[in-house]
């Protein structure tokens, strides 16, 4: 009953709590629902197909997706020829594929639209008009590209461009050719599509088929045929699941943090409430308990709206994170009723354990508070304070030092670390803080004549709960802006000069709208190419990313270039597999093929590929690879034409572009993350003030009863605030700091380029102000308020 | 100057019958209370000994900083002694923990203060039945009308304390103190953020409580007027305790003896 009453009575001090619950619910319940909803989909083309098996997968490392290795082409031929023999089978198809692409379409990185006719038994779609191809330069196309049976195509290949004529069209994707044209571009087998007798269960197949394929491969069918999706598409939601993991662990830690504080502030105002309640009866654990309730009532209330808010938000925000780039495109997000429930117990969990302290505190209020008039902070810092700030900030400092040695992956989290365990320990330690850092700030000022620099100095140190109360939400924005901001803006730089320092060259050539440069447009370059392939190998076959080189690469890379059988591996790889100078590296290749490779360099790891390969050998292998780049080494421009989706840019603009996505995302991501910890303290500082001014009221009367106009009052006020609001950012920059020194010590020592500490000054401005602005409102419009009731009064 | 020097013989003997019906609702047995350590220390009181008989109401007065208000919160169970013993209901305080003392306070002892002391976000109903939920019991609606009704605001039931006037929310804070039928009640200060027609109100109020239920009124005051309605009147100096008369000597029969008090040495 009281926890309901007063929640009811003082909704100004709760807020803060309100919102922070709400937010962080919503956030969560969101990041949930969009991460669980599993995207991935069998690719239509194979659709058609109850039964698929897959080839086995190699050994898959956090973050790189790459397909699964091919089958060699003779096991691939055994394994159909096998499956089709199984009772209930019609046939068996392999699946192959090979770049292809029309003139006026785009296509992305790592995609193969060709395919032989034989697999578009496996589709989900059919012919639309037209027939099958027959002979060696006919082709069935996508019927969306507006072409009709009988018309001329030009298709770009990995060879260059070849004329076709167009023998039918389909409803789907791909561009389909015959299986004898096919096997001249196409790589290796990677699934092999049972079509099933009519009348036979899939299951039963499928249970046959394992036999056959003995491990040798995975046999999947129903819905588990969605593990088919490309791997394209799960790196992007990998991507995305970590964005919405990182917003939704800082969601979760700014709520805990803001309800801690808010509850912590509002207990120290009702230090006389809480007096009255124990002189007529209450016990200390029922005052605990009587925090407690008002912090599940505020935390059930916001939990509900925030749940409601991220079932209603998710598929907004599944649209905005596919527009960025987190999530492949057409992807939905499925409403799982436990969601929106666990984010509400979540919530729970968090208002709870946010009021833990401030409950523990309502405790230990003596009966006799009742009767004192507190306006003065009695011992603001307790022991366990004390110990528990002094813990927090030794480990931040701990977090900040592992920054500096630590890799490019752990260097985050511990950023990150460093960030939350200052913040916590600088807000923990403010109230013995803010008096000595004052007091001597201000006591040039105090001497001057004017009433607005002793109110604000004796103020600030007198109250010093509500100066710290404050203080800790700005604290926490500017920390983590400036953090956050800052790291991304010096590794991005260091990214850069890394990638433009590695090449020699006079310009780069890269592709437009396509996956990669072809053989025909690579050919009008003079300079050195790297053909991008995938090989697999070491232990557990994994995929390690593949460049074919020839002559100029030593040019351009002064780095030996491999001939014959030979291969160049990075130190890195040679680490992890155990290869070395002059040993044999045994690697499986894009058609599934094994060969033994001489190793005859290890060379650093600042190079763009793992593996370096002739560029003859990868060719033979794999009949689509694709240039990503080519560098001209020669003065004169190279003569490109139109059709082979080439442009020529420098070296410097390539480095740069080549980030220039990436850099997109991350800066997406930074944004997000700030506008979600900048939002909720921006809440918090709100709130704060506002409870804060409201329970000023009395002074105010006594201010203007002792003869300061109103405008003197407004003006200590304001400037309390501001003051207030600098302090804050001053110990947000010291919470910041650790982490950048440690972020720029560990990519200098990490990478070997002179990295310079560089503080995003844009992003840092922005958020003072914001909290100047939003601080000096929250604490003036209520005030005036105040002020203008007394008058009419 | 007169001295009245109480024995704590009595004290002695009654802890021996806490079970007897005859107990004493509160003793003080040479209490001292002194604030602060070493050199700061203040002594708010001086090994004082007195005792509160059943049904009677008695006022302590004496200058500021006298001690009356440390008396009060040590015979409430409010504050603890330095040295000394306090008894409610023959029941010594200093062996409770806080958990009992709570208990007992809850369970023996009704408090009212100078400044009202209404919890604001709840109804006058709702703060008159706080005590009994706290003691985890649910209060009949009829009681808590009857209560406030014996204080005359059987018609201000669901307003809030911001409603009532400032005699209106006393008379509140008394019917609080009231519902758990204490042993006694104490009041610090009742009248004194009150206006002389408001106070007369609620002085006639608790003189009512003593004169037709029974009840034991501890009142601390510096007002003569308000001490005369008691039927006995402690005054305090230095936290000792320095003269006793009559509530029926009269307002200014008091105020002659304490003025005495406020202009002496």
Known sequence: ?793 | MCRVVLLPLSCIMTTTHTTSAAVRPVELCSVTKRHGMGDQAVTALDDVSTHFAAGTMTAVMGPSGSGKSTLLHCAAGLDRPTTGEVLIGGTDLGGLDENALTVLRRERVGFVFQAFNLVSALTAAQNVELPLRLAGRRPAAEEVRAVLAAVGLADRLGHRPGELSGGQQQRVAIARAMIARPAVLFADEPTGALDSGASRMVLRLLRDLVDSHGQTVVMVTHDPAAAAYADRVLVLADGRLVDELAGAAGAEAIAARTAALEVGP
């Open chain 1, 1 to 793: 009953m009281i926890s309901l009453a007063t929640a009811r009575e003082r909704w100004t001090s709760f807020l803060g709590c309100f919102v922070a619950v709400a937010l962080g619910v919503a956030v969560v319940a969101m990041s949930m629902l969009v991460l669980l909803s599993d995207g991935r989909r069998v690719p239509e083309r194979l659709a058609g197909a109850p039964v698929l098996v897959q080839s086995p997968a190699g050994t898959q490392t956090g973050g790189v997706f790459a397909e699964n290795p091919p089958w060699a082409p003779e096991r691939a031929e055994e394994l159909r020829r096998e499956l089709a023999e199984l009772p209930g089978v019609a046939d068996a198809v392999t699946d192959r594929s090979f770049y292809a692409q029309a003139a006026d379409t785009e296509q992305r990185r790592g995609e193969r639209q060709g395919h032989p006719w034989s697999t578009a038994a496996l589709a989900e779609y059919g012919l639309s008009e037209g027939g099958p191809p027959v002979t060696a330069d006919e082709i069935v196309v996508d019927r969306s590209l507006g072409l009709t049976p009988g018309e001329p195509v030009t298709v770009l290949t990995a060879r260059g461009p070849q004329r076709f004529s167009v023998s039918g069209t389909m409803n789907g994707p791909g561009y389909y050719v015959t299986d004898r044209r096919a096997s001249e571009l196409a790589g290796g087998v990677r699934t092999i599509g049972l079509l099933l007798e009519p009348g036979s269960d899939a299951t039963r197949v499928a249970a046959a088929a394992r036999r056959v394929v003995d491990g040798d491969g995975t046999v999947l069918t129903g819905a588990s045929r969605n593990a088919l999706a490309p791997k394209q598409d799960e790196m992007t939601r990998w991507i995305g699941g970590q964005v919405l993991t990182a917003m939704a662990l800082l969601s979760a830690f700014v709520a805990v943090f803001i309800v801690s504080s808010a509850f912590a502030f509002a207990v120290a105002q009702r230090r006389r409430e809480f007096g009255l309640l124990r002189t007529i009866g209450a016990t200390p654990r029922q005052l605990k308990r009587l925090v407690y309730g008002e912090a599940l009532a505020v935390g059930a209330v916001g939990a509900a709206a925030g749940a409601l808010l991220g079932v209603v938000l998710a598929p907004t925000v599944n649209g905005v994170l596919i527009d960025a780039g987190f999530q492949p495109a057409g992807f939905e997000v499925r409403l799982r009723w436990w969601v929106p429930v666990a984010a509400f117990a979540a919530g729970l969990v968090v208002a709870l354990a946010g009021v833990g302290a401030a409950s523990r505190r309502a405790s230990r209020v003596k009966p006799l508070e009742a009767m004192r008039e507190a306006a003065v902070d009695s011992r603001p810092m307790t022991r366990r304070r004390w110990a528990v700030g002094l813990a927090a900030t030794g480990v931040g400092a701990v977090c900040s030092a592992g920054t500096a040695f630590a890799g490019a992956d752990g260097m985050v989290l511990l950023t990150l670390g460093t960030a939350m365990s200052l913040t916590v320990g600088l807000t923990l330690l403010a109230p013995a803080l803010v008096g000595p850092v004052i007091r001597t700030l201000t006591r040039p000022f105090v001497r001057r004549p004017g009433v607005t620099a002793v109110l604000v100095r004796e103020n600030m140190i007198t109250a010093v709960r509500r100066t710290s109360a404050t203080l800790a939400p700005v604290l926490a924005t500017v920390a983590f802006a400036v953090l956050i901001t800052s790291t991304v803006q010096m590794t991005q730089s260091a990214d850069t000069a890394r990638q433009a320092a590695a090449v020699r060259a006079e310009a780069a050539v890269v592709p437009r709208g396509a996956p990669g440069l072809s053989d025909a447009a690579v050919a009008r370059i003079e300079g050195t190419s790297l053909l991008s392939t995938t090989v697999y190998g070491g232990e557990g076959g994994a995929a390690l990313s593949a460049a074919g080189v020839a002559s100029g690469f030593e040019q351009a890379y002064a780095v030996p270039a491999p001939r014959g059988d030979t291969v160049v591996v990075t130190a890195a790889v040679a680490a992890a597999h155990g290869w070395r100078k002059d040993h044999v590296a045994s690697l499986t290749l894009e058609d599934g093929r094994t060969r033994r490779l001489h190793v005859t360099a290890v060379v650093d790891d600042s190079m763009p590929y793992q593996v370096f390969l002739p560029r003859d050998l990868v060719r033979d292998h794999d009949p689509s690879a694709l240039a990503d780049v080519a560098y001209r080494t020669t003065p004169a421009p190279a003569r490109l034409l139109p059709g082979l989706r080439a442009d020529e840019v420098s070296v410097e603009a390539y480095a740069a572009s080549d980030d220039a996505e990436e850099d997109r995302l991350v800066w997406i991501f930074t944004l997000m993350l700030v506008a979600v910890s900048a939002g909720y303290t921006a809440i918090a500082v709100a709130s704060t003030l506002l409870t804060a001014t409201a329970g000023r009221v009395r002074d105010f009367r006594v201010l203007r009863l002792s003869g300061a106009t109103p405008r003197q009052v407004l003006r200590a006020l304001a400037a309390e605030t501001c003051c207030v609001v600098v302090l804050g950012a001053a110990l947000g920059l010291a919470v910041a700091a650790p982490g950048l020194f440690g972020a720029a010590h560990g990519l200098r020592e990490e990478l070997g380029l002179p990295v310079e500490l560089s503080l995003a000054w844009s992003w840092l401005t922005g958020v003072v102000t914001g909290c100047l602005l939003l601080g000096t409102a929250a604490t003036v419009l209520p005030a005036h308020l105040a002020l203008r009731r007394m008058r009419r009064a």
